[in-house]
């Protein structure tokens, strides 16, 4: 496929575009492996905000090899960006230790191929993938809207070998309780983290603060106890995971999270059979549209 006859892409109500060959879309065609957006939502905005946690998650995927460590973003951050993705590797681990250890960033088989000309400058995933965020909750950050009320193209332009297989394309929340103590192992050093807050007094367990009728109370004042209980982790990823994949069996699929947190798939009839650089859009019309903004910020 002849990657020159996209130039002529239509931009308007365009949120996203990634281009690798485009030098503002990968810096100076750098080793980095970061993709830049070339648009932006008319609707973005950032503001000064000093991440002082981000490395609570942004340690999972290799941004940081320091779990305390925290980012900067500055108004002018409106364009969508995408790291490639890694792990760290500790290097002296101690039991309850969730700070102070030493960790190297490793990353998944990634490589870019930059040969041809630049209109064949692309990303060679090989098991490895970009990731990076739009939305930071009780934050003035958001780079795309939380609903697309006449609906959505997402556009991907992938390079297919005989062998290939997997998601190509997944969009969803990470959840913030994965500190729950079945899951502390993914990014600390021991078996808990019961007891540790974020820098805003948040509890790093899962934990919910709620207000209970105590059974028994001598003063009206006295009525209420607070109470302390886990969040279940999946209530966090209900309805808010979508990917598409090729199946193994050469089928374009796409896997989601229902309301009940069970994984639906639902696969084409047809089978790809192209190989080399394949177009493959992926369109959602909504049920109901929203003429009213009042009900558009609010809807389901």
């Not at 925290?70 to 101690?94: A, C, K, Q």
């Not at 041809?116 to 060679?124: A, H, I, K, L």
């Not at 993938?129 to 958001?142: A, I, P």
């Not at 896997?255 to 177009?279: D, Q």
Request: a negative charge; glycine letters at 8%.
């Amino acid at each position: 496929m002849n990657l020159e006859c996209l130039n002529d892409i239509i931009t308007d109500n365009l949120a996203i575009h990634i281009d690798l060959t485009d030098v503002d879309s990968w810096v100076d065609w750098n080793t980095g492996l970061t993709a830049f957006s070339l648009t932006k939502w008319s609707g973005a905005v950032s503001d000064n905000l000093n991440l002082i946690d981000f490395g609570l998650t942004g340690f999972d995927n290799g941004r940081t090899n320091i779990m305390w460590d925290g980012i900067t973003v500055t108004p002018s951050e409106t364009l969508f960006t995408m790291y490639r993705v890694g792990y760290n590797d500790i290097h002296n681990p101690t039991t309850g230790e969730t700070s102070g250890v030493t960790a190297t960033t490793l990353y998944y088989p990634m490589s870019a191929n930059t040969s041809g000309g630049t209109e064949n400058y692309y990303f060679d995933l090989d098991g490895g993938y970009l990731q990076g965020f739009f939305k930071l909750h009780d934050y003035n950050f958001t780079l795309f809207p939380s609903r697309y009320n006449a609906g959505i193209t997402i556009e991907t332009i992938v390079y297919l070998y005989p062998e290939s297989q997997g998601i190509f394309y997944m969009m969803g929340a990470r959840a913030e309780d994965k500190y729950n103590p079945y899951f502390s192992g993914e990014t600390t050093t021991g078996s808990t983290t019961t007891g540790v807050v974020t820098s805003e007094d948040n509890f790093l367990d899962a934990i919910m603060e709620s207000e209970q009728l105590k059974s028994g109370f001598s003063q009206p004042e006295d009525m209420y106890e607070t109470k302390y209980s886990e969040v279940p982790q999946v209530n966090n990823i209900k309805n808010n995971v979508i990917a598409f994949e090729l199946t193994q069996d050469k089928r374009i699929a796409y896997k989601y999270i229902n309301n009940e947190g069970l994984i639906i798939i639902n696969s084409s009839p047809a089978v790809v059979t192209a190989t080399g650089f394949t177009i493959i859009d992926v369109a959602f019309t909504p049920n109901v549209v929203f003429d009213d903004p009042a009900k558009l910020d609010c809807a389901e």
